[in-house]
């Protein structure tokens, strides 16, 4: 064939019924109802969050207590093996807190807020406990903060800030 001539190329006849038959439509939106209620039946849940998710806290908990900081500016930092314990450890009580204190109404954004402020609470403990501890102030009890599990109570270190 040379480059001036053409090849006019037909489909082949079709046995499919055109486009705008009612009956072919049917069956389309059947299709696509049924995926839509498959969209609306599924379920997303915020909380509990995953395993993963929880590790992730647990490892930003570790940088936040080792790694130089506003917080470490202001409290110093924990030697990372420390830091990793006092972690867990935070992040343990934060979820069991959290679930004790879900309603089976509660929604998970509600629940896993209660979760975030335990994990902030729980971190700003420890890290005021250990530098109270580094400054000289013991609990009264004169157990270690690692023994009462980093937990001071704020009318104690206010009064022994006061001395």
């Known amino acids: 064939m040379s480059d001036q001539e053409s090849v006019a190329v037909t489909p082949p006849a079709s046995n499919s019924v055109s486009e705008h038959d009612p ?21 997303f849940s915020i909380w509990p969050p995953t395993q993963r ?33 006092a972690a ?5 009580e934060a979820f069991s807190s959290a679930a004790s204190s879900a309603a089976s109404e509660d929604d998970g954004i509600q629940i896993l807020q ?5 994990v902030s609470k729980r971190m700003l403990d420890v890290v005021k406990a250990r530098a109270a501890a580094s400054t000289g102030f013991a609990p009264a009890d004169g157990a270690s903060q690692a023994e009462t599990g980093g937990v001071v109570d704020s009318n104690v270190e206010n009064e022994e800030a006061s001395s």
Do not use: C, F, H
């Open 53 to 85: 998710t929880r590790d992730a806290v647990v490892n930003r908990l570790i940088e936040t207590l080792s790694a130089p900081s506003v917080l470490s500016n202001r409290y110093g930092t924990l030697p990372s093996e420390e830091a990793s314990s």
């Open 88 to 92: 867990r450890l935070i992040e343990e």
């Open 23 to 43: 009956t072919m439509e049917a069956p389309a939106n059947e299709q696509l109802e049924a995926t839509s209620n498959k969209r609306s039946q599924v379920k």
């Open 114 to 118: 209660v979760y975030s402020k335990e």
